[in-house]
């Protein structure tokens, strides 16, 4: 093996497309996948490829500091793609406290066990945040988030993720970590945990519930394809430039409510339903508590500097996701928990 590679958070949404992609692309590294599978960790998004030699999967939480040291001594990481991280901003409005521990102090515990293993030998070694375009704050309707932007994180998710990376550039400034971070706007595609708006309106539309739109749906959020922002990493991972930041994102504004719209037309094709059936589900509900009103990203570092492209047929990848959780039961039946089922009474029923 040429590698050894850390990935935290691969059972997760985002994370089991990383891990997917890295363990069958460069099959002479050795992938470990650290996740704690909270309600979001699920390992059955990577039965593909769970028994493939290059790829171990280890249980375990990154905010008990004694653990993670454990793991870096006896793998000896040659690099870090740090995903882990409570990701819901409504959880983080209910409960602040688990974003605190498992985004700042988990990411101040690897980072403190990769500066043990490595010490001044930082040669070929990489510790790479994956972060949110939601630590810039809200937007306008004009203009977008570049790398200059600055941070003004609104929501005790987005909070927590700014000081995430304000440590990780002071663990590059200080010790000299060599550190990359990309900051990503909103990701769609198969396994998002369906607290999250599109998989939680496909299941709502299947099972005939109410969709809830917060406030009047105007607000707009930027969609990028979960295998993109996966190859962004990669390249990013292979030819980021030390202490840098790349912003990443799809060039593919939607209001909340433009957007519900076009999968509840999909929705009433694929259930052979008369037009104009799903959309009657949609329901406008009180808005979230401090909702930003507008994420748009500017990824024109990333383009001119590492060549990096997102799909471009946003209707064509949107109609598969839809497809996927329309013939994923099992994994929905799966998901669909007592411990979710409770929060979405809390969230939704009891409001
Ligand atoms: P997710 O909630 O689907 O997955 C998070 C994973 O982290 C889960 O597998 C969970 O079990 C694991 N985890 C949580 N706490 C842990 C702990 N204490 N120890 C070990 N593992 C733990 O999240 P996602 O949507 O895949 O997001 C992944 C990363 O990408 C996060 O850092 C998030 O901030 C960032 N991000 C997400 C989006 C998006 O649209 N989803 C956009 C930009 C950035
Ligand atoms: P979400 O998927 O939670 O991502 P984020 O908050 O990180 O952008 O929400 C996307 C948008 O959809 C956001 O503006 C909030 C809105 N939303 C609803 O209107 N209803 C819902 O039930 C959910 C979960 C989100």
């Given at each position: 093996m040429s590698?050894?590679?850390l990935?935290t958070?691969?059972?997760g949404?985002?994370g089991?497309?990383?891990?997917?992609?890295?363990?069958?692309?460069?099959?002479?590294?050795?992938?470990?996948?650290?996740?704690k599978?909270?309600y979001?960790?699920?390992?059955?998004n990577?039965?593909?490829?769970d028994?493939?030699e290059?790829?171990?999967?280890v249980?375990?939480?990154?905010?008990d500091?004694k653990?993670?040291?454990?793991v870096?001594?006896?793998y000896?990481f040659?690099?870090?793609?740090?995903?882990?991280?409570?990701?819901?901003v409504?959880?983080?409005?209910?409960?602040p406290?688990e974003?605190?521990?498992?985004?700042i102090?988990?990411?101040?515990?690897?980072?403190?066990?990769?500066?043990n293993i490595w010490?001044?030998?930082?040669?070929?070694?990489?510790?790479?945040?994956?972060?949110?375009?939601?630590?810039?704050?809200a937007?306008?309707?004009?203009?977008?988030?570049?790398?200059?932007?600055?941070?003004?994180p609104?929501?005790?998710y987005?909070?927590?993720k700014?000081?995430?990376?304000?440590?990780?550039?002071?663990?590059?400034?200080t010790?000299?970590?060599?550190?990359?971070?990309?900051?990503?706007?909103?990701?769609?595609?198969?396994n998002?945990?369906?607290?999250?708006?599109?998989?939680?309106?496909?299941?709502?539309?299947?099972?005939?519930k109410p969709?809830?739109?917060?406030?009047?749906?105007?607000?707009?959020?930027?969609?990028?394809?979960?295998?993109?922002?996966?190859?962004a990493?990669?390249?990013?991972?292979?030819?980021?430039k030390?202490?840098?930041?790349?912003?990443?994102?799809?060039?593919?504004?939607?209001?909340?409510?433009?957007?519900?719209?076009?999968l509840?037309e999909?929705m009433d094709?694929r259930l052979?339903?008369?037009?104009?059936?799903s959309?009657?589900?949609?329901?406008?509900?009180k808005?979230r508590?401090g909702?930003?009103?507008r994420?748009?990203?500017?990824?024109?570092?990333?383009?001119?500097?590492l060549?990096?492209?997102h799909?471009?047929?946003?209707e064509?990848r949107f109609?598969?996701?839809v497809?996927?959780?329309l013939?994923?039961q099992?994994?929905l039946?799966?998901?669909?928990?007592?411990e979710?089922?409770?929060?979405y009474?809390?969230?939704?029923?009891k409001r």
């Open positions: 590698k050894t590679i990935i958070g691969g059972a949404f985002i089991s497309h990383v891990v997917r992609l890295f363990v069958n692309k460069y099959p002479d590294y050795k992938i470990v996948n650290l996740d599978l909270t979001a960790g699920n390992l059955e990577l039965s593909d490829i028994n493939k290059n790829y171990q999967f249980k375990g939480d990154i905010t500091s653990f993670v040291e454990s870096f001594q006896k000896q040659d690099g870090v793609i740090h995903l882990a991280a409570e990701s819901h409504d959880r983080s409005i209910l409960n406290m974003f605190i521990n498992t985004n102090i988990g990411t101040v515990n690897l980072l403190n066990a990769t500066r010490k001044e030998n930082t040669k070929d070694k990489l510790f790479y945040n994956i972060s949110t375009d939601e630590v810039y704050g937007l306008g309707s004009e203009g977008f988030f570049t790398e200059e932007t600055r941070y003004d609104k929501s005790p987005s909070a927590s700014a000081s995430a990376d304000h440590l990780v550039r002071a663990y590059f400034n010790y000299k970590l060599p550190v990359v971070i990309s900051n990503c706007s909103n990701n769609y595609g198969p998002q945990f369906p607290e999250k708006l599109i998989p939680l309106a496909v299941n709502n539309i299947k099972n005939n969709l809830p739109i917060y406030g009047k749906g105007e607000n707009i959020r930027d969609w990028l394809y979960v295998e993109d922002h996966a190859k990493i990669d390249l990013i991972f292979h030819k980021g030390l202490g840098n930041t790349y912003n990443i994102g799809g060039n593919n504004e939607w209001t909340n409510i433009d957007l519900i719209h076009k509840c999909i094709d052979n339903k008369p037009s104009g059936t959309a009657k589900l949609i329901t406008f509900v808005d508590a909702h930003d009103l994420y748009a990203i500017d990824s024109s570092k990333l383009q001119k500097e060549g990096w492209k799909s471009v047929n946003f064509k109609e598969q996701t497809d996927w959780y013939n994923s099992k994994w039946d799966n998901i669909n928990s007592g979710y089922e409770k929060y009474e809390k969230q939704y029923v």
